[in-house]
């Protein structure tokens, strides 16, 4: 069993809409939860980041993190043509040290105008 | 936008050629890494560095291998190329403190002919 699992999608909602991106996870060690986005043919940029359980919010952008059921989500609101990408959750237990990140699959996003 | 830079972005090359990847970064950070990215696949840890003349190998067995010599270079180097080794390759740095904050070059999509 993988330790990320992403649905790969693809997904394809009409612009405007509210999008819900999602990864589950088996390691309870996990603390640091990010969602990063990946444009065709670009390297992935880091997009939000949360510690531990909670809510961050920022713009049209909102990251959802629950450890008791080990889910983490991204919403995007008043979703955009330009927000077509693919968008991968990775994971760490700390973020110093020789700590690695640990990516899901990544879902595959397109905005339809 | 990161300061993290791949060369080449693509490359076709006959089977058993030797090929080097180059990844430069102009960020000072100690930490560099390279994954490699398969088309629905999480990204896979094949190297990674947190300084100069330190390298270590990553999750996923590869048959590359890696130099630091300097803080800003970390290249990749097949010394054989095999059709098996077609993928794309990201280099990644991230800053001392903050792991989860990793910064991606664009990519070297390889492929093995």
């Known amino acids: 069993q993988k330790e990320v699992e992403q649905d790969p999608g693809p997904l394809s909602v009409p612009e405007g809409a509210i999008v819900s991106l999602n990864c589950t996870y088996s390691n309870s060690a996990f603390q640091y939860f990010m969602w990063y986005r990946q444009y065709s043919r670009k390297g992935p940029e880091l997009l939000m980041y949360?510690?531990?359980?909670g809510n961050k919010e920022d713009g049209r952008f909102t990251a959802q993190v629950d450890k008791s059921s080990k889910y983490i989500s991204l919403f995007i609101r008043d979703s955009q043509p330009s927000d077509s990408a693919t968008y991968l959750c990775?994971?760490?237990?700390?973020?110093?040290?020789?700590?690695?990140?640990?990516f899901g699959t990544g879902t595959r996003l397109t905005i339809i105008p | 936008e990161a300061d993290i830079y791949q060369t080449p972005r693509y490359l076709v090359i006959g089977t058993g050629k030797k090929i080097t990847l180059e990844c430069s970064q102009t960020?000072?950070?100690?930490?560099m890494y390279w994954y490699q990215q398969d088309p629905g696949m999480e990204l896979h840890l094949i190297h990674y560095?947190?300084?100069?003349?330190?390298?270590e190998k990553g999750d996923l067995s590869s048959e590359s291998t890696v130099s630091r010599i300097r803080t800003e270079h970390f290249p990749l180097t097949l010394e054989s190329a095999r059709p098996s080794h077609t993928s794309q390759y990201l280099c990644a740095s991230s800053p001392p403190t903050r792991n989860t904050e990793a910064f991606f070059g664009q990519g070297t999509r390889l492929t093995v002919v």
């Open positions: 949360t510690y531990s359980s």
């Open positions: 560095s947190y300084g100069v003349n330190s390298t």
């Open positions: 960020m000072g950070h100690d930490k």
């Open positions: 990775a994971m760490s237990e700390r973020n110093f040290g020789n700590e690695k990140l640990t």
